[in-house]
């Protein structure tokens, strides 16, 4: 292994440790700085007692994953042209991107998040991820047009 790539290996790792402080020095904010965390904890306590919310609670905790899981497969599809990954690595991406993309502006972070774990064409699977992204916001606003103009009438 030459130095460049000892470098490299490196400088993902540090990326990969501010990624991780960052995330949970924003969670912690979120969750100690700006709630009633007492309150919190006993509304949360009282809701998990009802059995509506522990079925809500299973619907959303089921839905997420089949959602990441599909972003998953669409980014591994996406990225395909350009490197293969597993399936397990993408959702690594994925998560990575989501994690990011929660404390920078507009979700741009997702974007670098997601290409952190290609080992070539970084460059190429930002623009890839960007497209995807603008595909999907495009197939979003025309279905929701169209059905806006069938429920409206």
Known sequence: MNNSSKIQ??????IQLVIIVVTYLFIYNQVFNKTNL??????IKNDLLKPRFQI??????LLM???????TIKWRFLIAKV??????????AVLTGVSISSFTPNRIGEYFGRVFIL???RIEGILITIVGSMS??????????ISMLIIIP
């Open 136 to 145: 999907q916001l495009l197939v979003t606003v025309l279905t929701g047009t």
């Open 9 to 14: 290996k490196i400088a993902n790792r540090l």
């Open 65 to 71: 994953i089949v959602n990441w899981s599909l972003e």
């Open 83 to 92: 490197e293969q990954v597993s399936f397990f690595k993408a959702l690594q």
């Open 38 to 43: 007492p309150g919190l904890l006993q509304t």
């Open 56 to 61: 809500q609670l299973a619907m959303i905790i």
């Open 119 to 121: 080992k070539k064409s």
